[in-house]
């Protein structure tokens, strides 16, 4: 007679870390060579990096241009502009953290970003005595938003709002309003710069979103004219290096607009061209997501009698989507520091920032010079932001993974 | 202009006396060069539940999926409830509205839940209220089975649950045609059952379907009428006892004992 056989616990693999050495860097004599030599490398040249990080750096003057790193040329006695929009920011990002509660996206961006907001806070009050107070507020409008979030969820409905609404006050206050010399006085926008001017050029990625997908969907139009468009805008944009368009940007957009190439602010050419160049990129990525998502989709769709744009933005779209969240991601990415590119048509950015502050004189009086704290201080701030990215993206895919098997 | 018809040509009238809900004449249809669909002249009275059998590559599929315009025809009409199927999106969009269709690989959406896949049209096409879609919602999983599964993804239940869900969406439309495209071929031989007696129960409710299916079995239960198909034309068309019993065609013996 057939009789079930009782299941029976896995076998307990043994584990801890003697056996983990031996089963990952010394399960042969070969491995076991190669573990020792490159462990040998590796430390020598960490051992040989902390000596310089610790000892022999000179870090005076990054700590000294904290101001020219944030914002290069605004004026020193309107840095509660930029970090009140900061604060704002913080704000808003720690009500999505609030609503979002402890361990989702928003809350570990958001406490990831506090963290780098309360490391400046100290910097500040140590080297930076002129804002020494509003960066700590910063932190503190974070926290505000969180707590707010925590408290009221239905701020969730008000926060797509605000968002807006910051924004455009954020570029009002930025750029001033009044004539004069008051506390609202107009700042040119070459003056911007610095980790400002970065973070005002990567919001070009906001704007690319949109367009790329309209380029995307554009290119797969039943209509010719659309679709040669499409075809035409992406390939010739992505036939051209970034740097070319920054430079045709500075130089054609003026022409085309037939106005004095004066009259356009640099950055602001810079932008479109970074916005449009990102566009391009993002359309290809969005439309490896059209591609993967099955024909029986849409087909599904239709036979429910939803409309062919119903079944586009309902139906095709968000599956898309979520197919290319690494590829939009690492192109995210990729812009934040592709910024960088625009010290090629003057502007002064995070990066070029960077490269001012080793040609000061009182760096060339500093022996060895300080070329590399400086770059080393600029890596360490991207990569921040650039990991940021990452980590959010997989906890992204993560969460849309569930129930796609 | 195309050449004259050569061959003969098998009406699959409905018989007289119904109200006739689809009518086809003379549909031809390619795929590029490929003639996929050859003189086909058919209709089917409301309530009446047609089986169409054929090898794969026969055009069955492509005829079903031509009476909700997935597919283009080149020449013929097709009037389904007295609107012609033509260029004119209104017309494809009401045709749409008023059949159902249950595919062979489900295509259920899966970034949404069973409640919202069950949902979406009732709300984006009706233009009902949330709360009544998911009453109605609830009323149609419970029809088929399955209202414990609601608030799952489609990835997270079995292809027998699936079609079901698939079923109960093409019925919250109020569809008054079901078209099915070989509904059990991706299941489990297991689980085909429990698919079978949700249509089964639909036809004896007077649903009108069309089936594309080898399930002679279903035919037999509830089929009026089973149309057989080669090389996109009809070949034989019957009642299932007379496919059962005395197939005219060699060609249709020869499917049949491959089949049954």
Not at chain 1, 65 to 91: C, E, H, Q, S, T
């Amino acid at each position: 007679m057939f009789v079930p056989i009782e299941p029976r616990p896995a076998p307990v693999p043994t584990k801890g870390p003697v056996v983990w050495l031996k089963k990952n860097l010394f399960s042969s004599p070969f491995n076991t060579v190669l573990t020792i030599v490159t462990g040998a490398v590796v430390a020598f040249s960490l051992y040989n990096l902390a000596w310089f990080v610790f000892f022999d750096a000179s870090w005076g003057q990054v700590w000294a241009n904290m101001k020219l790193f944030a914002v290069y040329r605004y004026p020193a006695d309107l840095l509660w502009r930029p970090l009140a929009i900061a604060a704002g920011l913080m704000f808003l990002l720690g009500g999505m953290a609030g609503v979002g509660g402890r361990g989702s996206i928003t809350a570990n961006t958001f406490f990831a970003l506090q963290g780098f907001v309360a490391v400046l806070s100290v910097v500040a009050v140590v080297f930076w005595p002129s804002v020494r107070f509003l960066w700590p507020m910063v932190l503190v409008a974070g926290y505000a938003g969180y707590l707010l979030g925590r408290s009221w969820p239905r701020l969730a409905k008000l926060l797509p709002w605000a968002w807006a609404v910051w924004f455009v006050l954020g570029i009002m206050l930025l750029s001033g309003v009044t004539p004069g010399s008051g506390l609202l006085r107009v700042v040119p926008s070459r003056d911007w710069g610095g980790f400002l001017l970065t973070l005002v050029l990567f919001t070009g990625i906001i704007p690319s979103f949109p367009l790329g997908v309209a380029l995307a969907l554009g290119r797969n139009s039943k209509l010719p004219a659309i679709k040669y468009f499409c075809i035409a805008f992406i390939e010739i944009v992505r036939g051209a290096p970034l740097i070319m368009w920054l430079f045709i940007a500075s130089l054609l957009l003026p022409l085309l607009l037939n106005t004095d190439a004066n009259s356009l602010p640099a950055i602001l050419r810079a932008y479109v061209a970074i916005t449009l160049f990102s566009a391009a990129y993002m359309a290809e990525n969005v439309r490896g997501g059209l591609q993967a998502v099955p024909r029986g989709q849409s087909e599904a769709a239709r036979a429910l009698g939803l409309s062919a744009w119903q079944t586009t933005m309902l139906i095709v779209l968000p599956q898309a989507l979520r197919a290319v969240i690494p590829a939009i991601v690492g192109q995210a990415i990729g812009l934040f520091k592709d910024t960088s590119l625009v010290f090629i048509v003057g502007l002064v950015d995070f990066f070029r920032a960077g490269d001012l502050v080793t040609v000061q004189p009182q760096s060339l009086l500093v022996t060895g010079g300080v070329k590399l704290e400086v770059y080393l201080f600029v890596a360490v701030i991207y990569f921040f932001f650039a990991y940021r990215m990452s980590v959010a993206s997989r906890q992204l895919e993560r969460q849309l993974g569930v129930g796609v098997r | 202009m195309t050449e004259a018809t050569t061959g003969s040509i098998v009406r699959a009238d409905a018989p007289p006396g119904g109200e006739k809900i689809i009518e086809i004449e003379g549909l031809n249809k390619w795929f590029g060069d490929f003639h996929v669909l050859r003189d086909i002249y058919m209709s089917v009275n409301k309530g009446e539940v047609v089986v169409v059998i054929g090898p794969s590559g026969s055009g069955k599929s492509t005829l079903i999926r031509c009476i909700n315009r997935l597919e283009e025809h080149q020449e013929g009409r097709i009037v389904v409830d007295g609107v012609e199927l033509t260029d004119d999106v209104r017309a494809i969009d009401l045709v749409r509205r008023e059949t159902g269709m249950v595919f062979q690989q489900f295509n259920l959406f899966p970034h949404l839940t069973v409640l919202e896949n069950i949902t979406l049209a009732p709300i984006r096409v009706r233009k009902m209220k949330k709360s009544e879609a998911e009453e109605q919602a609830m009323y149609f999983l419970t029809k088929v089975g399955i209202p414990e599964q609601a608030r799952k993804y489609p990835g997270q239940l079995s292809g027998g649950q699936q079609q079901r869900v698939a079923i109960a969406r093409s019925l919250t439309m109020g569809p008054k045609v079901m078209l099915f495209d070989e509904p059990t071929s991706a299941l489990d031989p297991e689980v085909i059952g429990e698919v079978l007696d949700v249509m089964v129960n639909l036809a004896k409710e007077g649903m009108t379907m069309i089936v594309v299916t080898h399930e002679m079995g279903f035919a037999r239960e509830v089929g009026d009428r089973v149309v057989f198909m080669d090389a996109g034309q009809i070949v034989e068309v019957g009642t299932p006892e007379h496919f059962f019993q005395a197939p005219r065609e060699q060609r249709t013996r020869a499917f049949l004992s491959k089949i049954l």
